[in-house]
């Protein structure tokens, strides 16, 4: 299993039990017997970490060495998932595991839901960096994460009287297991106070005095490469006071503001933002900002320094700061403090420096989502960093106009200090060395909308790489049936990291009946597995032989769950008026969270549930339909969702959804894409050619005209479709039972012109998913374009997209 000469210990069948049955008595003090399951999961927790760890100090070492060029990702999320089946997985002792616990008459599941499911992200940019770090790992490359460690994740979800309610995620109350706390090199940040300057030597200095100190201290988690021997780190920081006062020699006065200081610190680490497409500009979010660049730059210049004779040369040929959206941009200025205020670099030499280190990758083209800070908060908060960054812009601006001089209301648009706020999205296109999108459509839209003024100046800067999934997690982990099958059929290379593509050799077996017959059986115990957790978790009875389509995301009006409901609704009413219409059966299957103060979004969910309430309850359109709100979306839920599913809905507003990767994850899990062009729908749909995809509704482009020739009339399309005018009377006329009125959404739709096309798009959205319907009843038909997705999903892989990276951007080799 592993090198027999390391220190490791668990390397048969026979010493894994032992050592297993022994950890179990440590962990509980009882005997083996008597053990519970949570005693049973602690216990693996601690041997896979002893075996992790001890691979992990050898890479330490090695990486401490600086001799190969690291990667460091800043993010504001990390959404890891849980974590001790992808490390037995990773280390190669899944099989091993299994056969000893199903002999100790363990329950290998009911131990893994022992860990609670870390949400320190809200979604696609926290996710990413989660598939990131493990085909970084898996491909041997020194990348490491570096965030924050929320004492409060992504809240719990639950559906009271169909409406979202938030419970509070207190996901450390059981302890973590896969952590290592590192107080000893804990770093302190500086907030607020005055900057002092001073002539030295003939130089000047500037002296940050009076300020707010608050300790971060990093907590390591070990990312662990697909068996292979590289380790490396995710590092989050939390928060805590510079000192823990001595209650005995504090009055009363004194324990109270020390108190309140104790709590102002950690609040820093508190709890994430719930919100994923909406900027807030709250004070304690842009201390989060500031808190992780400024700990993990700290960390990093410290060790870069110590193993380079205390010098900052050559720090970019080293490292990579790989900036994860705008939420870490003040890693710009932030390097340039260190480099000009710290390490006396000339500031043409330190800004060099800077852009050489600093790469940004851009994940929203919405409006709402872009971040601009009120300048005078950050000037408060950040005296020094905000000098540096009034120093860049009014360099950026003196270029422009040097060498654009009848641009100047350009040069203007795109300064960073603009209109009392800093625009973070300037400060990090004109401080990095690389500029990308997610999606090759996403990426034109950066260059020709968005930053269309960025791009005409620097377009060396501006570069694609399409979004990819680890496989390991979701399909190869979640989908053993699938991956024994594709074993069996194509032998086992495609699993080696970086390897996916080979999968197209699965091909030849489109047309292969026995094959297809096979991965249609495959789906099927998927489908069952589904339906055995939603008749536990909600009580409702699924049909496995109806179609599953599901939309699973964050509940957003650009995502167009609502297109998906009136559908339904569509479905419902043809079934009412013709209860034996010859429709092939479906179970519409949606989940995802809302950002608390998101009321649209919310009154969509309460919409979906209130549809399936009544749907799932009439005896008349018995097995034929059926609609269920799966609450508390996240990362094992998902799990257990995407390698059931048969129709994956990607229904976005064409331009809108930056590249989408649960879509990826669909598809090598052998579903069909019924959607829009967009993000990267474009690109499965030109993997796997257009007859295998269901695709529909208005393109970028046209979306884009409508939009740039005062929208569409959304009334038009109403009062010429019937079936739109009963949908939209049954949301307002107490059809859905008297209190569920739904007049916010017939107002957006009717009244405010319907921003996202969702009734433009709905006639053909209709005629597509009856297109989908019919070729299902065709099996062979349906497993053939399944095999043709699956054979074709090597391409969304994550390892692919850390490949690009490297060629592209890092350049790592
Ligand atoms: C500023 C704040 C309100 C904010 C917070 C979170 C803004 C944006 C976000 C998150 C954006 C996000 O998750 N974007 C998604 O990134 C995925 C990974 O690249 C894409 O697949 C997905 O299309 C995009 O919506």
Redesign the pocket.
Known sequence: ITDKNTKHKVNTKEAFRKAFIKKVEEVSGEDFSESTTRHQYEALAELVMEEITAEWAVNNSRLHKMEEKQIYFFSIEFLIGRLLKAYVNNLGWDTMVEETLNELGVDYEALQSEEHDPALG????GR?MACFLDSTAALGFPGHGNGIRYKYGLFEQKIINNEQVEVADIWLKNGYPFEIVKPDKAVVVKYNGDVRVEEVNGKMQFIHENYDPVLAVPYDIPVKGYRNNTVNSLRLWSAKPVEDFDLSTFNQGHFLKAMQRKSEAESISQILYP??????GKLLRLKQEYFFVCAGLKRIVRRYKKHNHGSMDGFPDKICIHIN?T?PALCVPELMRILVDEEGYDWDVAWDMTIKSISFTN??VLPE?L?KWPIDMVQKLLPRVYQIIEEINRRFINDMNWFYPDQVDRNYSMAILKDGQVHMAHLAIIGSHSVNG?AELHSKILREETFRDFYAVFPDRFTSVT?GVTQRRFMMGSNPGLKTLLDDTIGTDWKKPGNMCSLEALLPYAQDAAFCQKLGDIKHANKERLAKYIKETQGIVLNPDSIFDVQVKRIHEYKRQLLNILHVILTYNQLRSNPNADIVPKTYILAGKAAPSYVYAKEVIRLINVVADRVNNDPLVKDKLKVVFVPNFNVSVAEIIYPAAEISEQISTAGK?????GNMKFMMNGALTLGTMD?ANVEIAEAVGMDNVFTFGLSDTEVYNYNTHGGYRSLEVYESDSRLQEILGQLINGFFGESAGFQMIYDSLLLHNDTYFVLKDFAPYVDIQDIASNVYRDQKQWQKMSTINIAHSGIFSSDRSIEDYEKRVWKVK
């Open positions: 809200n979604g696609g940019l990413l919100s994923d497409h909406g900027f807030e959206d939420h994940h929203t989502a971040e997610v979004n959804e930056a590249s989408g990767t993000g």
